[in-house]
């Protein structure tokens, strides 16, 4: 059973890479959501984002210092381009 349903929803998660971050991250992708994952490491990142696409979700991972906010501008202009 689904508490809640995300399907045909983006999903921009920070600290992607690991810890709660990561767990968030799975978490809306279970729910049905597809994910932008951000995080310094990328390496990280992008291992969340084989997860998520293995169940069926698209991921993308981008790089952002998310303190700057023309950085922040820029991330959902990529939000918007990849999904």
Known sequence: MKLFDLTGRV??????????????????AEAGSDVMLVDRNLIGAVATADQIR?????AACANTDVSNPNAI???FRQVDAEF
């Open 11 to 28: 999903a921009v998660v920070s600290g992607a890479a690991q810890g709660l971050g990561r767990a968030t991250a799975l978490a809306v």
């Open 73 to 75: 501008q820029e991330l």
């Open 54 to 58: 293995s169940l069926g979700r698209r």
